[in-house]
Structures are given as structure tokens and as C-alpha cells.
């Protein structure tokens, strides 16, 4: 059975008040249109804390500091594939955000916020542990 691992951040701002969401496409394989943490998968041999940066970067052109890691997750894709999470807190070195264009949209949010915006379930709790 093929398997994948998943790296997301939790991306704070510097003044840890709000965290970054991005937006999928609709035409994503994923999530389709849904808001999500920056992230992806880990290439085979890459470190997971390499990978993590790697793909913040590549979606929003943030740096970032990671602090601790969140949660572990594991489900299964609708092509069968199983997936394992991992879910970190970071703060990022700045505010800039540049998005990918594999990506829709960007927004900085307060964790009240996140209620208005349509996205994986899964992530309240996440939202709840790094804001607690």
C-alpha cells in the first residue's frame, strides 16, 4: 500500500496574534477551494524540518522559525493512499507573503476569524493548541 507524509505549519505572524491560511485551488486533487495551512509532502531522504521550510517557502515565500511540533494525523486519500500528518507551530520572519501559484489566495486571521472561512474541520484543534 503506497503511503505519503505530510508537513503543515501553522504559521504565526511576528506579533503571534494571527497565523497564516492559504486557499486552495478549486482545481487542487486535495482539498479543492478549502483553506489550509501552508505545506506538503516530504520528498524520500528529506528531513522533515528541511521539508517543512522547503514547502512554506515555495507556497508563500516566507521564512520561518519552527517551535514545536502540534499534532500527528493519519487518513486515508480518496485514491486509497494513506497519509500521515505532522503539524507544527512556526513563526515566520516577516509578513511578506508571496503566493504560489498552485495556491488561490493568502490571509492573515485572527484564530476567531477562522470560523468565516471555508476549510478542513481538522484544523480547529490545531488552532486551539497553538492559541491556548
Known sequence: MESVIVITSLVKNLSKDKFLIVK???SSKIHPGLWVFPGGKLNHGEDIFSALK?????ETNLDI???KK???YEYY???KTLTFGLCYESIAESEN???SP???DFKWIK????????HLKELEKEIKKAFK
Open 24 to 26: 486552495r485551488k478549486a
Open 54 to 58: 522547503r514547502e512554506v517557502k515555495e
Open 65 to 67: 522559525k519552527i517551535l
Open 70 to 72: 502540534i499534532s500527528e
Open 77 to 79: 486519500r480518496e485514491d
Open 97 to 99: 507573503v508571496i503566493i
Open 102 to 104: 498552485e495556491l488561490d
Open 111 to 118: 484564530p476567531k476569524e477562522f470560523k468565516n472561512y471555508q
